[in-house]
């Protein structure tokens, strides 16, 4: 993400015809980038859970699933039947396909319409 949040910020700097555009750009970014961030920070939260678990039960069920989700994931990604991808969401896909030049193009375009 930081990557991603650079290129946000340089493109906003960028833009700014001035020191005094400075805040308004700061604000853009934030804007734009916040709803990504809380995302993918819940992401971290759930796989802090899963990943952390002592050995036991919950462990045993967490694995299950888990194997269950890669198969799922495989007969998808096969051909082979399943659920669409649309009824079984993949965060990873989300994050890795991710456009931050789409982003930051469509934030610009509606700051400064016609550019």
Known sequence: MCV?????????LDTAQST???PKMLYYFEKIRMSSI???????????H????AGGKEQQVRDRNCKAE?????????G?????KEA???????VLSYDVFE???RSLLSLFPGC
């Open 103 to 105: 982003e930051v193009s």
């Open 50 to 53: 899963i990943w952390k678990l």
């Open 4 to 12: 991603e949040d650079s290129e946000v910020l340089a493109l906003h």
């Open 20 to 22: 005094a555009d400075i």
């Open 88 to 94: 079984s969401p993949d965060p990873l896909r989300w």
């Open 80 to 84: 082979r039947g399943g659920a669409s």
């Open 38 to 48: 809380v995302k993918v920070a819940g992401y971290g939260r759930i796989g802090m």
């Open 70 to 78: 890669s198969d799922e994931r495989k007969r998808i990604r096969t």
